[in-house]
């Protein structure tokens, strides 16, 4: 957590427009909302609060996440009423997008899940959160709980940093070098460890932006791969998320691509294709200073790794490209499955654990 910046955060009657720009601008994935103390019941009865540091009088209470796929579910709408006028001029997106921010936490699973850790938690207590399926958590700066390790429910500090999966394994990356104690499990295939998840959804070549939002927020899912069209199969429904089990793979749609769109842009891209729209953002000279300073990719290429690739392979191209998600195919490039951070450091910790009981 050292060299982590200050805390990015929104007000909770801060606009979608303003937290969206607050996202790109600071080139981060979710925000914290802060609210006045004793007006909000937190995320999931969370009570994290920002106390002064020297009288201890509360100051804010974090209520929630808003996240870069919240976002976008509110802005494809919860129901059908996009279907039809969602693409042309009965979409008023200024007024979507001047609503409130607390009014969409909880919209998707993950605005909820709002955790702490105490900053004396070793990293593998650290890695038994993130294993299942927590993201980020805060880490309290001037922690009143010294003593105590793992999750805290409540907290009050003077200030806080996010810590998120990316952190960890980048933290592993340059801690688990050639002659490490974690030679062995990095040189282990993720097929050995358990890493790769068989079920892939995906959307085909013609499924629309809009139509795409929508089923990655019914799966709760930040990403989707992209796959060609059946040529076979007429009835495909390109509005649907489908299986992408042994199709073949031609790029990634991501809740992260929206960071090179401007607001005033939002409207001209949802009847787009995913595909052509992941081409045009690419282009987008916003995104390529964004993506060259995180280190992502800067054209549509898709970020794979094999079964039989190494964990310490598999970490070292989810950290240098800064995906949060590797997609598993074969020598022909068909899908077989994916890895995503969590699933890493879910094994990762597994065989840490086993090495030390052995």
Not at 1 to 20: D, F, I, Q
Not at 74 to 79: F, V
Not at 97 to 122: A, D, F, H, K, R
Request: glycine fraction near 6%; aromatic fraction near 4%; include cysteine.
């Amino acid at each position: 957590m050292v060299n982590k910046r200050r805390l990015v955060e929104v007000p909770y009657t801060a606009s979608l427009a303003h937290t969206m720009n607050t996202l790109v601008a600071n080139k981060v994935l979710a925000v914290p909302v802060a609210a006045p103390p004793g007006q909000w019941i937190g995320a999931g009865g969370s009570m994290i609060m920002e106390a002064d540091k020297h009288t201890g009088t509360v100051r804010k209470h974090y209520i929630g996440l808003a996240t870069m796929l919240d976002l976008l579910a509110h802005i494809a709408g919860t129901e059908d009423q996009l279907m039809d006028e969602g693409v042309h001029d009965g979409f008023d997106l200024d007024q979507k997008m001047s609503v409130p921010v607390s009014s969409i936490i909880g919209q998707c699973l993950e605005g909820l899940s709002l955790w702490t850790l105490n900053p004396n938690t070793s990293i593998l207590d650290c890695m038994e959160v993130f294993s299942k399926g927590i993201h980020r958590a805060l880490v309290p700066v001037d922690s009143h709980l010294d003593n105590v390790s793992g999750v805290e429910l409540v907290e009050s500090a003077s200030s806080y940093r996010m810590l998120t999966q990316m952190d960890v394994l980048r933290f592993v990356k340059e801690h688990g070098s050639s002659g490490s104690e974690l030679d062995n499990i990095m040189s282990s295939t993720v097929s050995d460890l358990g890493a790769v998840t068989a079920r892939v959804f995906a959307i085909t070549d013609r499924t629309k932006v809009i139509d795409a939002i929508k089923g990655m927020r019914i799966a709760l899912l930040n990403a989707v791969a992209i796959v060609r069209s059946s040529d076979t199969d007429n009835e495909e429904d390109h509005k649907q998320l489908v299986n992408g089990r042994g199709r073949q793979a031609i790029g990634t749609f991501s809740a992260t691509d929206l960071r090179g769109c401007h607001i005033a842009t939002l409207q001209t891209w949802l009847p787009m294709s995913a595909l052509d729209y992941t081409e045009t953002v690419l282009a987008n000279p916003l995104l390529a200073a964004l993506n060259n300073a995180a280190g992502s990719p800067t054209t549509r290429e898709l970020v794979a790794c094999r079964a039989d690739s190494s964990l310490g392979e598999v970490i070292d191209k989810v950290v240098s490209k800064h995906v949060h998600r590797l997609w598993v195919v074969d020598q022909q490039g068909l899908l077989k499955g994916l890895i995503s951070l969590t699933d890493i450091i879910r094994v990762l910790r597994l065989a840490i654990v086993s090495e030390q009981n052995a």
